[in-house]
């Protein structure tokens, strides 16, 4: 028999201890940031890989023909993510950025990249440390997260 998803003293759940004691968040409410709450999955990359999919292609809801962008409009999206990343003095972050851009499409990343004159740049981040994040792209081989930014694009 399985047990209800609610809770019930009947059955009570067990729940995990917490990483982070709330005492210890609750006085940090306003002004910091707990670090190293959460993971990257790949599952992290499914909704924006939608919108872009939903971007390219027309659908049809509710009798209304949905066009987020047009082929210009998703063209001047990668130019406007392109003149944005050009800013950066930093070329290694620019191709991480490619890598993160290619798990949500290869078509925008490669898109930005021509753009931005970058030839090659890593399109399995899995071994990549994230700020503030833990790289879960490889269950098996977690990357715990970095206390410092990867990424300055100014």
């Known amino acids: 028999m399985q047990r209800p998803n609610y809770l019930s003293s009947l059955d009570p759940i067990k729940f995990a201890n917490r990483a982070t004691p709330i005492s210890s968040q609750s006085s940090h409410f306003d002004s910091t940031v ?6 990257i999955r790949i599952e992290d990359f499914n909704q924006p890989r939608k919108l872009w999919e939903k971007v390219r292609h027309c659908s049809r809801v ?6 987020v ?3 210009e409009g998703r063209e001047r999206a990668i130019k ?15 191709k991480q950025m490619l890598g993160i851009f290619s798990y949500v499409s290869t078509e925008l990343s ?5 753009r931005l004159n970058v030839k090659d740049y890593p399109k399995d981040l ?19 997260a970095r206390p410092r930014a990867f990424l300055t694009l100014r």
């Open 126 to 144: 899995s071994k990549v440390a994230f700020l503030g994040s833990h790289n879960l792209l490889d269950l098996k081989n977690p990357v715990k």
């Open 80 to 94: 406007n993510i392109a003149d944005y990343m050009a800013t950066s003095r930093h070329p290694e972050s620019i």
């Open 69 to 71: 962008f047009s082929a």
């Open 62 to 67: 509710a009798r209304l023909t949905l066009q």
């Open 110 to 114: 490669d898109g930005i990249a021509k």
């Open 34 to 39: 707990t670090p190293f709450l959460s993971g």
